[in-house]
């Protein structure tokens, strides 16, 4: 049987735990060539030993998502022999629950940077 994701190289910014964990293992499952990419080695790591032991293979590739360089790296580890990455998936940064007009400017900008900045880096 053919899987749907059968070829496709994917990119899963954050894939080393929760939402982009799931992402990176649903992924594989349907076929696709998964490179998970974060901060942390041992995060990733431990992450492609467990989806190992569950029967789908992802390669990683440490990465902070808010410099450019570090994200055209990933983008490059995970792209095919002609350059190409056909799905890319990014896990936001993270951040706080508040009224939009309880943030100073710094904090604002800090959370814009952290949840949409490796998007457009992306």
Known sequence: MTKPLAGQHALVIGGGSGIGFATARALARDGAIVTIAGRTEETLRAAVGTLGQ????VSWFVVDALVGADVRGAVEAASDYQR??????????GGSIRPVLLYDDDAFGAE???NVRPVFLA
């Open 54 to 57: 569950d029967g789908v293979a």
């Open 112 to 114: 814009i940077d952290r």
């Open 84 to 93: 190409q990455l056909q799905i890319a998936v990014v896990i936001p940064g």
